[in-house]
């Protein structure tokens, strides 16, 4: 089936759009340059924050596909199922204890636990899946850098999330968002950006826009493996 955009790129798309129409009533002549400055610098916030919405909306749609499209936990990659192991059953609390020797007591506990928790249905199929959501995959990962991006696209199963996009795009839109994201972080720290013209940040806009394009082409196809593509229609556009 061919690829269909979600309704997450559509959104930030449009969002982007309204952005950019301002950017070019600022650079008109006889706009005063200091204004000129707040609107690039609100641009370059407002586009990096849809980014992230994006992100997040894309990632809880995804959930939201998995949760009606799927009967039981081995339905889903099996990369996503051992993070929602992890994840939702507190591994990393109980990987903890295995270095003090007298916390097996309490480790024992809980997974005694597990034997009664309706989360049992991410370790069989004995009950159905239970629903999960985006925060269950991004966690405190959310924010687009470039290593949280691949740490949450490794959760979903996408083994080289930077050289999935890359090919997708058939460009390096990894360091494109790099790129815009280091702007933001200079303009954090410093209130302003010399040099930087209304049409050079119209420019990060459209490489911000490839670098989503990416991603969700590279996320349809990944469901697609372990959904139909009505699953996605349903769920994610």
Same mark, same amino acid.
């Given at each position: 089936? !061919?690829?269909?955009?979600?309704?997450?790129?559509?959104?930030?798309?449009? #969002?982007?759009?309204?952005?950019?129409?301002?950017? #070019?009533?600022?650079?008109?002549?006889?706009? !005063? !340059?200091?204004?000129?400055?707040?609107?690039?610098?609100?641009?370059?916030?407002?586009?990096?924050?849809?980014?992230?919405?994006?992100?997040?909306?894309?990632?809880?749609?995804?959930?939201?596909?998995?949760?009606?499209?799927?009967?039981?936990?081995?339905?889903?990659?099996?990369?996503?199922?051992?993070?929602?192991?992890?994840?939702?059953?507190?591994?990393?609390?109980?990987?903890?204890?295995?270095?003090?020797?007298?916390?097996?007591?309490?480790?024992?506990?809980?997974?005694? #636990?597990?034997?009664? @928790? !309706?989360?049992?249905?991410?370790?069989?199929?004995?009950?159905?899946?239970?629903?999960?959501?985006?925060? *269950?995959?991004?966690? *405190?990962?959310?924010?687009?850098?470039?290593?949280?991006?691949?740490?949450?696209?490794? #959760?979903?199963?996408?083994?080289?999330?930077?050289?999935?996009?890359?090919?997708?795009?058939?460009?390096?839109?990894?360091?494109?968002?790099?790129?815009?994201?280091?702007?933001?972080?200079?303009?954090?720290?410093?209130? @302003?950006?010399?040099?930087?013209?209304?049409?050079?940040?119209?420019?990060?806009?459209?490489?911000?826009?490839?670098?989503?394009?990416?991603? *969700?082409?590279?996320?349809?196809?990944?469901?697609?493996?372990?959904?139909? *593509?009505?699953?996605?229609?349903?769920?994610?556009?």
């Amino acid at each position: 089936m !061919p690829y269909t955009v979600s309704a997450s790129r559509k959104q930030l798309e449009e #969002r982007l759009i309204e952005i950019t129409k301002r950017l #070019r009533r600022a650079d008109k002549n006889g706009v !005063p !340059p200091e204004l000129r400055e707040y609107a690039i610098a609100a641009a370059i916030f407002l586009s990096h924050a849809e980014v992230e919405n994006f992100f997040g909306d894309i990632l809880a749609r995804i959930a939201m596909a998995y949760s009606n499209g799927v009967a039981h936990s081995s339905g889903l990659p099996s990369r996503l199922r051992a993070h929602l192991v992890v994840e939702k059953l507190n591994l990393q609390s109980i990987a903890a204890k295995f270095s003090n020797k007298t916390g097996e007591p309490a480790i024992l506990d809980e997974v005694q #636990r597990w034997f009664a @928790s !309706p989360l049992s249905c991410l370790l069989n199929d004995s009950q159905p899946l239970g629903v999960f959501d985006g925060k *269950d995959i991004h966690g *405190d990962y959310g924010y687009p850098s470039i290593k949280n991006i691949e740490r949450v696209l490794r #959760r979903v199963g996408i083994g080289d999330p930077g050289g999935k996009l890359n090919g997708t795009a058939k460009r390096d839109v990894m360091s494109l968002l790099e790129s815009v994201g280091d702007l933001r972080i200079a303009l954090a720290h410093s209130a @302003s950006l010399p040099g930087i013209s209304c049409c050079d940040v119209i420019d990060k806009l459209s490489d911000l826009k490839a670098f989503v394009a990416a991603m *969700d082409r590279t996320l349809y196809f990944h469901v697609r493996s372990s959904l139909p *593509d009505s699953a996605w229609k349903a769920n994610v556009c």
